[in-house]
């Protein structure tokens, strides 16, 4: 930010017809909350509201695939596949790594944020999904004095860098063009 007010305003300036949308299902498939993608001078405000979740920090992230199959066979919205990933980064510098999703004790969340990673559109060209985790994700912020079980060096495993240890997946949504 630069201290002189423009990404505030630019927020505020957001366009009515969003870049693109998302309905987010829980594994009764029932429809939970909405995210609306925004593209506004080479960024992008991302708007989540959702309800019916356990209260405190979840991983919300978008995902590789715009499929959500809640009774998929590798266990709920497994086959929206990985964090959306197109520069290989590790995580949390995944393109699609997304700030925690804090849950109040009513069940609700509603977050604002904005990047530069990806746009509506990109998301929704690459046919992508966004996924709500049933934990925290842990950004692999691991300390040094931690040892992993995979290796013989402190800090994050292979899993942790993959995906922030989240838990399972409780919530998902197509990508898709409003």
């Known amino acids: 930010m630069s201290g002189d007010g423009?990404?505030?305003?630019?927020?505020?300036?957001?366009?009515?017809?969003?870049?693109?949308?998302?309905q987010l299902i829980n594994t009764?498939?029932?429809?939970?909350?909405?995210?609306?993608?925004?593209?506004?001078?080479?960024?992008?405000?991302?708007?989540?509201?959702?309800?019916?979740?356990k209260p405190g920090f979840h991983g919300f992230h978008?995902?590789?695939?715009?499929?959500?199959?809640?009774?998929?066979?590798?266990?709920?919205?497994?086959?929206?596949?990985?964090?959306?990933?197109?520069?290989?980064?590790d995580h949390p510098n995944h393109v699609g790594d997304l700030p925690p999703l804090f849950v109040t004790t009513d069940g609700n969340a509603k977050l604002t944020v904005q990047t530069d990673r990806f746009s509506g559109q990109e998301l929704v060209e690459a046919a992508t999904?966004?996924?709500?985790?049933?934990?925290?994700?842990?950004?692999s912020n691991i300390p040094d004095r931690y040892q992993s079980t995979e290796k013989d060096t402190p800090g994050p495993d292979k899993?942790?860098?993959?995906?922030?240890?989240?838990?399972?997946?409780?919530?998902?949504?197509?990508?898709?063009?409003?």
């Open 129 to 139: 999904g966004i996924i709500i985790h049933e934990k925290a994700d842990n950004l």
């Open 28 to 53: 009764d498939k029932d429809v939970i909350g909405e995210v609306t993608f925004h593209d506004v001078d080479g960024k992008t405000k991302v708007d989540i509201e959702v309800a019916g979740l």
């Open 62 to 89: 978008i995902h590789t695939v715009g499929i959500c199959e809640a009774d998929a066979k590798e266990g709920p919205f497994t086959t929206a596949e990985g964090h959306y990933n197109p520069t290989h980064a």
């Open 6 to 22: 423009q990404d505030v305003e630019a927020l505020s300036e957001t366009p009515e017809r969003p870049s693109a949308i998302a």
């Open 159 to 178: 899993e942790t860098l993959k995906a922030g240890d989240g838990g399972a997946r409780v919530a998902c949504g197509v990508i898709i063009a409003p």
